[in-house]
C-alpha cells in the first residue's frame, strides 16, 4: 500500500520524500498578482513571493525614555511610522505575506561587535553605548532580550511573525534574513522602519545586490536625520536601488481585481 511522501523543508523550498523517494520539484505557490502603483512605475508583483521588512522599530530609537533621545535626539519622527504600519500590517497578514522583524539584539559580551561599530554609539568611549545601561531604567542598549532592544508597544508582534536580531546597519550582514528569505521562495521585499537613511537604506541595498527587488514604503518609514537624508534616501533608492510607494497604493493595490477574482 502506498504510502503518502512527507514534506521536508519549508515551503516552497521543501522535498517530498520517503524511504525510495526524494521529489525535489518543489510545488510553486499559488500566484496573487496585484498592479501596485509606485513613483516612478507601476509595478506588477506577485504577492505570494512578498514579504515586508519592519526595520528598527524599537525603543532604543523611538521611545522618549531610550537610546537615541537619551543622547538629545528628537524621537517624534521615529514614531510616525508606527500608525500607518499599524494599518498596513493585518492587511499584509491577511493575504499571507510575511511580516519579519529586523531589529538590533546584540550578544551580552558584544564578541561580534567591531570598535567601529562600537563607536558609532559612543564616539568618546565614556558615554553610553552599545550594552550599557540606560540612566533612566536600567535598560542595556540594543541588547536582546532587553527593555531598550524590543519593539515599541505601540506595535503588536504576531506569533506568526519572524523576529531576525541584527549586529550592523544592514539586516543581511551575519544574520539568517536571506537564508530565511530563500526559504520561503521571496523575490520581492517591502521596506518600512528607522532610520530610512542608515539601517533602512543598508539593507535595502544589500537586499538589491543579493537580486531581491526593493520597495520602499514611504509612510511607514522615517528618519531622525536632518531632510536632506530623508530626501536623499528617497533619490537613490528610485534612481539605483528600487521603487518607491506608500500604504495607500498597497491598499489600493490588494483590492485590485487581479487578487480578489473580480472582473476587470
Known amino acids: 500500500m502506498n504510502q503518502p511522501l512527507r514534506t521536508l523543508g519549508v515551503a516552497p523550498n521543501a522535498w517530498m520524500v520517503d524511504h525510495?523517494?526524494?521529489?525535489?520539484?518543489r510545488s510553486p505557490?499559488?500566484?496573487?498578482?496585484?498592479i501596485l502603483t509606485t513613483e516612478t512605475k507601476t509595478l506588477r508583483l506577485d504577492l505570494a513571493k512578498a514579504a515586508i521588512l519592519v526595520i528598527d522599530m524599537q525603543n532604543d530609537f523611538c521611545h522618549p525614555d531610550g537610546w537615541l533621545a537619551h543622547i538629545g535626539?528628537?524621537?517624534t519622527p521615529a514614531r510616525q511610522p508606527i500608525e500607518p504600519?499599524?494599518?498596513?500590517?493585518?492587511?499584509?497578514?491577511?493575504?499571507?505575506?510575511?511580516?519579519?522583524?529586523v531589529n538590533w539584539g546584540n550578544r551580552p559580551d558584544l564578541l561580534n561587535i567591531s570598535a567601529a561599530s562600537r563607536h558609532v554609539y559612543n564616539p568618546t568611549g565614556d558615554g553610553v553605548g552599545l550594552g550599557d545601561c540606560l540612566p533612566k531604567n536600567g535598560a542595556r542598549v540594543l541588547m536582546a532580550g532587553s527593555w531598550a532592544a524590543a519593539v515599541?508597544?505601540?506595535?503588536?508582534?504576531?506569533?506568526?511573525?519572524?523576529r531576525i536580531n541584527k549586529y550592523r546597519m544592514s539586516g543581511f550582514w551575519d544574520t539568517p534574513l536571506d537564508s530565511i528569505l530563500r526559504n520561503l521562495g521571496i523575490t520581492t521585499i517591502f521596506f518600512a522602519g528607522v532610520n530610512a537613511d542608515q539601517c533602512v537604506l543598508t539593507t535595502l541595498c544589500d537586499a538589491n545586490f543579493l537580486g531581491y527587488?526593493?520597495?520602499?514604503?514611504?509612510?511607514?518609514?522615517?528618519?531622525t536625520s536632518p531632510d536632506y537624508c530623508w530626501l536623499a534616501t528617497l533619490?537613490?533608492?528610485k534612481q539605483c536601488f528600487g521603487f518607491v510607494t506608500?500604504?495607500?497604493?498597497?491598499?489600493?493595490?490588494?483590492?485590485?481585481?487581479?487578487?480578489?477574482?473580480?472582473?476587470d
Open 85 to 101: 504600519l499599524n494599518n498596513l500590517l493585518p492587511k499584509l497578514r491577511h493575504v499571507n505575506v510575511p511580516v519579519i522583524w
Open 213 to 223: 527587488d526593493c520597495i520602499l514604503v514611504k509612510d511607514c518609514t522615517a528618519t
Open 152 to 162: 515599541v508597544d505601540e506595535l503588536p508582534q504576531l506569533p506568526e511573525d519572524i
Open 73 to 75: 535626539v528628537d524621537v
Open 29 to 34: 505557490k499559488t500566484p496573487q498578482p496585484v
Open 235 to 237: 533619490y537613490n533608492v
Open 246 to 263: 506608500d500604504s495607500q497604493a498597497i491598499f489600493t493595490a490588494l483590492n485590485h481585481p487581479k487578487l480578489t477574482g473580480e472582473d
Open 20 to 25: 525510495a523517494i526524494a521529489d525535489i520539484t
